[in-house]
């Protein structure tokens, strides 16, 4: 008995040193088990230390992929430099998928689906083989349990509320030209017309409001927007809006931060783009907050997401001529590259069917467990 039990104590350090050094985890063979690694959370010595994985989408430009591709890093692995961050980084097996968002457990992945080539004269024809789907949708991290969500290709810029279960997003599917936000579950069901004219639309911790950029209903008073997820009747329309926080038309990407009332966007300075943090207070109440720039280099930055923790922030830049995902702390300190993009560059597609003219600032990261 006390043989077993010593060598039951034997195993468990030897397999503790292992994990140490391996550093957390690596991504295991097989796509079956990469779900089970994302989601199993962090082993770090630094309990301030970021970590969770972050996923991203750019354009692959490599002749036989010409797709566009997400990646999902571990940002442990990527703190202890360049070669770690590729060994255990996952490329998502769908192609031609952007705009991704991860699940708040970290289990699943929403994105968009950009669908096939219309035909075979088509630039891309002939490239990686496509997700079938022109819409958004998610699945587990391995590709596998596909669900479509919504059905429009116009659909945009997912986000999962809290609790996992809905997901908001914005669409110019009506064909005026005009983004709205819409509501729905996460398995594609009960879809909602919030008939707010926005984009990039982010839950609050509370699953009962969220951040988006818009105006009032006369179109004035441009900046970030707080609204209720409820879905109403056009005689309806403007029930669920609350009120501005931020009266700045150019404002945008607000990602409400998962454990208070603070939003992190992105905002145009002099040329170039600045992060911005703050607190979130309606303007109509007389005490509006005063929001704090958190990164105001040369260079384009922007797309900011929170960390799980709501302790850091990440952000793609390319504060020195090449394009990658930073992060910094909420204050904006401690500010460094994880990932660089392939020859610095954020790649697009030429401006031909199914994509159109994009840009990055179309697109969004995601940061989870």
Known sequence: MRRGF????????????????????????????????????????????????????????????CTYEINVIDVAACLKGPEACQANRLVFSLNNVSEPALSPSGQRIAFRGWGEPPSKDNPFYGCAPPVRVRALANTALDGSDLRVTGGYWEDAHPNWSPDGTRLLFDSARVGDGITRIYVIDADGGNEGDLRIIGQHPSWAPDGQRFVYRGCDLTGNRCGLWVAYPWPVKPWETGQNMVGPIVLDEQASHPDWSPVADEVVYQTPNGGQWSIVRTDVRLVSEGNPAEPQVLLREPGRHGLPTWSPDG?????????????????????????????AFDGGVYALPRAWEPYGARDWLDEQISWSR
């Open 6 to 65: 010593v060598q039951g104590l034997w195993r468990y350090a030897v397999w503790m040193v292992v994990l140490a050094l391996a550093g957390w985890f690596a991504f295991p063979q097989g796509a079956g088990r990469v779900a089970d690694a994302l989601a199993a959370g962090p082993v770090a010595a630094d309990a301030e230390a970021p970590w969770g994985h972050i996923a991203f989408s750019f354009w692959n430009r490599a002749p036989e992929r």
């Open 311 to 339: 302790q850091w922030i990440a952000y793609v830049s390319d504060t020195d001529g090449n394009w990658g995902i930073w992060i910094m702390r909420r204050d904006g300190s401690e500010r460094r590259r994880l990932f």
